[in-house]
């Protein structure tokens, strides 16, 4: 780990600090030596706790949820504890290369977790940026205007302008030290700090940087939304010289101590292999893995992890690359899809009178991938590593206990999850209603070789992947052997060194392949279709969500049950709606932001939007992005959204039966919330207002039409958050009249429709 100073640090290497951290060697030499590279040779014993967390330390704990770009507080150290005459911050998932020694590789004896390594930090931006490619310094300086506004927000953004502490890790940009603002800087001051890099850009983007940089200057790009945008632009049109192999493999095993596997996985004990992007007659389906981990042992845990892994396949296989999905696109279809496996868990549950401990779920991590990008989504404590040559990171974080309590600032990760509820889960499949659900969407750029690596606790608990990892999965990103062996030996090891539960694990690997590479102009890349996605959602980062910080569930203190029940590894877990889903409700009540990079907060219904274009009521938006969407197309296909007002209620989409409704009374129908339409026609009145005609093609699952009304021989409305609930609801088949400016309040417009939700609306 990484020990940082608040004076210079004298110990030299193999001096034992506070009886147990070795000094391993300098981490830089620059800041007077205030870096260096300790161990840690008592991991199994918690370090010194904290009675209180310094403010430097805050920092760290504020930006806990962007696992991939910031280190994680492990210990913080008194002069008086270390024998120094600094106190140490102690950095775990610091930027640190980490290598086999060469005569370990050559001898091939010590196991997996033994023989000699090697550390230094990673090179910084500053270093690397004259080598890095086209693709990669752009997609270097993405991750820094993604992560601007979460450090402006923070008063830390003067990190960024450090070009010595960003440190490059092939495609992925990661934080050394954090600095705090005095004051906070502005893009200008940014540009300032990027023009100093353009004159070693290589040729194909030194053209557009140099524009863009003084477009910063002069305030044409006025805010950080605008910069992602651009940047994802440019990125789209070079990605245009990119190919890459992608090949994955996963399997589960039951475990030497259990008598069933509660964990499922896809594509089960069946490698694949695809290339990149495919060609134009192709049909290929887009390369998916999925890693399951039930919940409920004797209550049926593995039903739940295989009802996950069928719905989630059906939801997700079937996109094929011809579609050419948008990361924000991707990102909605990966929420709807496990919001719908949620549902139909919660519903079995339901059905059969589960209540608190006694209801199956399963936590999931899904990788799904749309050229150039790799999307991954998870809820729940399964998770993601990215690992490169020299790096393993875990890329997700844990929903649980620990991770909450590091994430409101209430302790250190490493005191948390000693805590006997620390390993206690906040949120899984089905066990609460798909309001309470948030999960996690990310992506990253397929730039550079690496593997990712998703798997479920059996494998992660004790850092097994993290000591496995350089000798087992790091080989294969300069190789060209099978994937299976080594997901089969990873299973192995997992039973040997843990041996506690089931083991699924899941490996892709991707080797990219980069041809010419067009010359961008100096000007402006942004289209229309593509700026929308990043300017619209909740964070200005969703075109890619490796360099945006993650919807994180963070959870306010709260009593948790001292004795929960024991989970499928040993460690607790807490049900919704029995111990911490008193917490989760109380979220709604409170409008929690789940984001840092957003004001707003954000709140996930039974049917999560799946298009490009989320609900626009009540955000403002730029005019470029009003003219790119008010062409409601004869034909498209939109999803019932109503925003939620200032007061917390729902206002439904209404649809009357005659475009002259603006001068002349008629019957208005509501739309349930998640409803899929089709326009049908468009018509301008006498008095210019411009009307478009829906028919509804389906309505959500679970939701009815015909409950018992509150008047007389009319069916109520299936939300009871309608404003009359007497009123009737519109029924897959009926069509009606509504205002275009009413579907941009209450609407979002679907690019991607299955066959259940084009239902009655199928050509």
């Not at 134009?280 to 389906?285: K, L, Q, R």
Request: aromatic share 4%; with cysteine.
């Amino acid at each position: 780990m990484l020990a940082v100073g608040d004076g210079p640090l004298t110990g030299r290497s193999g001096t034992l600090i506070a009886g147990r951290f070795l000094v391993w060697g300098e981490g830089q030499k620059r800041a007077q030596g205030r870096q260096q590279l300790w161990l840690d040779t008592r991991p199994d014993t918690p370090p010194p706790p904290l009675e209180k967390i310094p403010a430097s330390v805050m920092a760290y704990l504020k930006l806990f949820h962007l696992a991939q770009q910031v280190p994680r507080p492990y210990a913080y150290l008194t002069s008086e504890q270390t024998g120094l005459a600094a106190t140490v911050l102690l950095l775990d998932s610091a930027p640190i290369a980490v290598r086999l020694h060469p005569q370990t590789v050559a001898e091939k004896g010590p196991p997996p977790g033994q023989g000699k390594i090697e550390a230094a930090i990673l090179p910084s931006l500053a270093q690397r940026w004259p080598e890095g490619s086209p693709l990669q310094q752009l997609n270097w300086l993405r991750q820094v205007a993604a992560l601007w506004p979460t450090l402006i927000e923070e008063h830390l953004a003067t990190t960024l302008l450090e070009l010595d502490d960003l440190r490059v890790d092939g495609a992925l940009l990661r934080l050394t030290t954090l600095v705090a603002d005095d004051p906070s800087p502005t893009l200008v001051q940014l540009s300032q700090r990027w023009q100093s890099l353009v004159a070693t850009a290589q040729p194909q983007v030194r053209p557009y940087l140099s524009w863009l940089c003084k477009a910063l200057k002069e305030g044409k790009l006025a805010s950080d939304q605008e910069l992602v945008a651009e940047l994802e632009g440019a990125i789209h049109t070079l990605a245009q010289g990119l190919s890459a192999t992608v090949d994955w493999a996963a399997d589960t095993d039951q475990g030497p101590t259990r008598d069933r596997n509660e964990d499922a996985c896809y594509p089960e004990n069946d490698p694949r292999q695809q290339r990149l992007p495919s060609s134009a007659d192709s049909i290929d389906t887009l390369p998916l893995l999925l890693v399951c981990d039930g919940i409920g042992g004797h209550e049926q845990g593995s039903v739940a992890s295989q009802t996950a892994i069928k719905l989630l396949q059906q939801e997700l296989e079937p996109l094929t690359q011809q579609d050419y999905p948008s990361p924000g696109a991707i990102a909605q279809r990966l929420r709807q899809a496990l919001i719908l496996a949620n549902d139909a868990i919660s519903a079995r549950n339901n059905d059969e009178n589960r209540s608190a401990r006694a209801r199956m779920g399963t936590t999931v991590v899904v990788a799904l991938v749309h050229f150039p990008y790799v999307s991954i989504a998870h809820i729940g404590d399964s998770r993601a590593y990215r690992i490169s040559p020299y790096t393993c990171y875990q890329i997700t974080v844990d929903d649980d206990v620990a991770s909450r309590e590091a994430q409101m600032g209430y302790a250190l990760y490493s005191e948390a999850v000693q805590l006997p509820s620390g390993g206690a889960l906040i949120q899984a499949l089905g066990i609460s209603d798909s309001g309470m659900l948030y999960p996690s969407v990310q992506h990253l750029l397929l730039d550079d070789p690496m593997v990712l690596l998703l798997c479920s606790d059996g494998l992660s608990d004790y850092d097994r992947v993290e000591i496995l990892a350089p000798h087992l999965v790091t080989p294969l990103i300069t190789a060209s052997g099978p994937l299976s062996p080594v997901v089969a030996a990873l299973i192995q090891h997992a039973n040997r060194l843990n041996g506690h539960d089931n083991v699924t694990v899941g490996l892709m690997r991707f080797m990219p392949q980069i041809g010419p590479l067009p010359t961008l102009p100096a000007g402006s890349l942004r289209q229309a279709d593509k700026i929308i996605p990043s300017i619209l959602e909740g964070s200005p980062l969703a075109g890619d969500a490796a360099v945006t910080p993650s919807t994180r569930l963070v959870a306010p203190a709260s009593p948790v049950d001292p004795t929960p029940a024991p989970r499928r590894s040993g460690f607790p877990w807490v049900p919704f709606l029995g111990g911490v889903g008193v917490v989760l409700a109380a979220l709604a009540g409170v409008g929690l932001a789940l984001n840092r990079s957003s004001s707003e907060p954000v709140a996930f219904r039974p049917m999560a939007l799946s298009g490009l274009v989320p609900a626009l009521a009540g955000r403002p938006l730029p005019e470029a992005a009003l003219a790119a969407i008010v062409e409601i197309a004869v034909g498209s296909f939109w999803q019932s959204a109503p925003p939620l007002s200032a007061t917390g209620n729902s206002e439904l989409l209404q649809l009357g039966q005659q475009p002259a409704l603006s001068t002349a009374a008629g019957e208005t129908r509501a739309v349930a919330t998640g409803s899929v339409l089709r326009v049908v026609s468009r018509q301008t009145t006498a008095d210019n207002v411009e009307w478009v005609r829906l028919r509804v093609c389906s309505i959500p699952s679970g939701e009815s039409l015909d409950q018992q009304p509150q008047e007389t021989n009319q069916p109520p409305s299936a939300l009871p958050t309608a404003p009359n609930l007497g009123q009737r609801l519109l029924a897959p088949g009926e069509e009606g009249w509504v205002q275009t400016r009413q579907i941009y309040g209450a609407g979002a417009l679907l690019k991607l429709v299955t066959p259940a939700q084009a239902g009655r609306c199928t050509p």
